[in-house]
């Protein structure tokens, strides 16, 4: 069965960047896949963060906006997340999302910055 692995969380200081990784394993045809980063912070809905097309066109919410950068490397099934200029408010457990005709989640990562 299809799995996503996030990796690349961790503990940051304001203003420091991480970069987070997601392999997808078992999973044909990555390319064809829609992949997208989300967050969720306790207490709030799980929000889009950053989403990548097939042809590699990219979509960031306002919040990501010349802080974050996704990108994907399809011949090693995996889609990444930069993220600069780390803030306290991007502290949420970060989540992988794969879409086609089915859609697979991760299990999470959490990142926490502090101030």
Known sequence: ??????????????????????????????????????RQA????RELVAQITTPGNTNYADSAKGRFTISRDNAKNTVYL???????????????????LLTYWGQGTQVTVSS
Do not use: H
Not at 1 to 24: D, F, W
Not at 42 to 45: D, R, W
Not at 87 to 95: F, I, N
């Open 82 to 100: 930069q993220m600069n200029i780390l803030k306290p408010e991007d502290t949420a457990v970060y989540y992988c999302r794969a879409n086609n």
């Open 42 to 45: 306790p207490g709030k809905q």
């Open 1 to 38: 069965q299809v799995q996503l692995v996030e990796s690349g969380g961790g503990l940051v200081q304001l203003g420091g960047s991480l970069r987070l990784s997601c392999v997808a394993s078992n999973m044909q045809a990555f390319s064809l896949y829609a992949m997208a980063w989300y």
